[in-house]
């Protein structure tokens, strides 16, 4: 069975410092790799998706980055944190062949 | 692009009552629509979808009906337990191959017991 992992769980980063947050998917291969933010109390908003190795596309323009060094690996950057990213951020697959989406446990970031 | 739009905001049934939550949605070209659970400090859950090939589809006291004409799609959950409350969120996949999810911006169910 297939299971997606996210690290850290919580983190606590001050204004200006660098972010790095990672998702890995077991299980399946050739995924379609998604980030989400959730702000507190709201709804889910798509941040980056990408559809292969390399391949990113971004939704939202912002100080964030997203790269896929391997197949099922995503990772979600800043170099510069702002406070208004603070948020749940969750990854997501799915299987290229079918629609459903699956979420990772999320990481709660605040930003002071 | 695909927006969609769901109602009410919040919702509160006594136990045992029946719930109802709505969603419309604008591209008459989107053909999947997930509804997500998500407890309080979770990740959403995926409890059921519905292509739009099908109608009306049924999970135990959980049914998802769509109107393609209408282009509304509900969910509906019968004899609500108090293990239901959570906030529930509908989705409708945007056409172009990349399978994108917009998300309607979330119901609270509170199931009083």
């Known amino acids: 069975s297939q299971t997606i992992h996210q690290w850290p769980a919580t983190l606590v980063q001050p204004v200006g410092s660098p972010l790095s947050l990672e998702c890995t998917v077991e299980?399946?291969?050739?995924?379609?790799l998604y980030w989400y933010r959730q702000a507190a109390g709201r709804g889910l908003q798509l941040l980056f998706y990408?559809?292969?190795?390399?391949?990113i596309s971004s939704e939202v323009p912002q100080n964030l980055s997203a790269s896929r060094p391997q197949d099922r690996q995503f990772i979600l950057s800043s170099k510069k944190l702002l406070l208004s990213d603070s948020g749940f951020y969750l990854c997501?697959?799915?299987?290229?062949?079918?629609?459903?989406?699956?979420f990772g446990p999320g990481t709660r970031l605040t930003v002071t | 692009g695909e927006n969609v739009e769901q109602h009410p905001s919040t919702l509160s049934v006594q136990e045992g009552d029946s719930a109802v939550i709505k969603c419309t949605y604008s591209?008459?070209?989107?053909?999947?629509f997930p509804w997500y659970k998500q407890e309080l400090g979770k990740r959403p859950q995926l409890i059921i979808d519905?292509?739009?090939?099908?109608g009306e589809k049924k999970d135990q006291r959980i049914a998802v009906t769509l109107n393609k004409t209408a282009k509304h799609f509900s969910l509906h959950i019968t004899e609500t337990q108090p293990e239901d409350s959570a906030v529930y969120f509908c989705?409708?996949?945007?056409?172009?191959?990349?399978?994108?999810?917009?998300f309607g911006k979330g119901t609270k169910l509170t199931v009083n017991p």
């Open positions: 519905i292509r739009s090939n099908v």
């Open positions: 989705a409708a996949m945007v056409q172009g191959g990349s399978e994108k999810l917009v």
């Open positions: 990408s559809v292969g190795i390399g391949q």
């Open positions: 591209d008459s070209a989107s053909n999947y």
């Open positions: 997501a697959w799915s299987k290229t062949t079918t629609y459903e989406q699956y």
């Open positions: 299980g399946t291969s050739n995924p379609n």
